[in-house]
């Protein structure tokens, strides 16, 4: 079955920079592949609801950023592992949350398979 | 951006009882809406797009409907490992928005 697995939990001091990464499988058994899909990022502030951060296309690299996120983002894929990542710079508090990577289907809108989740804690 | 707002934000309810969940959207999407579950420390599961479409494995106590601005989730006879919370999502336009949660809670 689709698997997406995360990286681990992070703590990062205010201003650094976070990577987390989402590893997909078992999209074969379904007839597809990594590159048919899009991957989402969405976050989750403690105790709070979710939050839409952005989309890649895997088949062309695209990507829409949520306007609040645009220019501290960056979503990339690596094709040949079939790997997701997102990276948050500059880090505030309040990005302090559990981000989630999720299989994106019908044009990035839709999110079928979630990842575990990644906690950032962004503390000094 | 499009504004979902649901109500109501916790009901308290009992194994049995006929749950309907309201989203609402500050703009038309169309049917444009899925339904999530998020159980505590878990990762949302998808239950219901295009507002009516029930996700594969998804049992059928589980339906939706609305169009336009207007959208329900019911639960037809809420089962115990239905106590979770529930989110709506607009599908229809950048960027993609959240309700905030409805929260089922034991009565």
């Known amino acids: 079955q689709v698997q997406l697995v995360q990286s681990g939990a992070e703590v990062k001091k205010p201003g650094a920079s976070v990577k987390v990464s989402c590893k997909a499988s078992?999209?074969?058994?379904?007839?597809?592949?990594?590159?048919?899909?899009?991957i989402a990022w969405v976050r989750q502030a403690p105790g709070q609801g979710l939050e839409w951060m952005g989309w890649?296309?895997?088949?062309?690299?695209?990507?829409n950023y949520a306007q609040r996120f645009q220019g501290r983002v960056t979503m990339t894929t690596d094709t040949s592992t079939s790997t997701a990542s997102m990276e948050l710079r500059s880090l505030k508090s309040d990005d302090t949350a559990v981000y989630y990577c999720?299989?994106?289907?019908?044009?990035?809108?839709?999110?079928?398979?979630w990842g575990q989740g990644t906690l950032v804690t962004v503390s000094s | 951006d499009i504004q979902m707002t649901q109500s109501p934000s916790t009901l308290s309810v009992s194994v049995g009882d006929r749950v309907t969940i309201t989203c609402r959207a500050s703009?038309?999407?169309?049917?444009?809406l899925a339904w999530y579950q998020q159980k505590p420390g878990k990762a949302p599961k998808l239950l219901i797009y295009?507002?009516?479409g029930l996700e594969t494995g998804v049992p059928s106590r589980f339906s939706g409907s609305g169009s336009g601005t207007e959208f329900t989730l019911t639960i037809s006879s809420l089962q115990p490992d239905d106590f979770a919370t529930y989110y709506c999502?607009?599908?229809?336009?950048?960027?993609?928005?959240f309700g905030q949660g409805t929260k089922l809670e034991i009565k």
């Open positions: 999720a299989r994106a289907i019908r044009s990035g809108s839709l999110f079928d398979q």
């Open positions: 078992g999209y074969e058994s379904s007839g597809y592949t990594f590159i048919t899909f899009g």
């Open positions: 890649i296309n895997a088949y062309n690299g695209n990507t």
């Open positions: 703009q038309t999407i169309s049917n444009l």
């Open positions: 295009k507002a009516s």
């Open positions: 999502q607009q599908c229809n336009s950048y960027p993609y928005t």
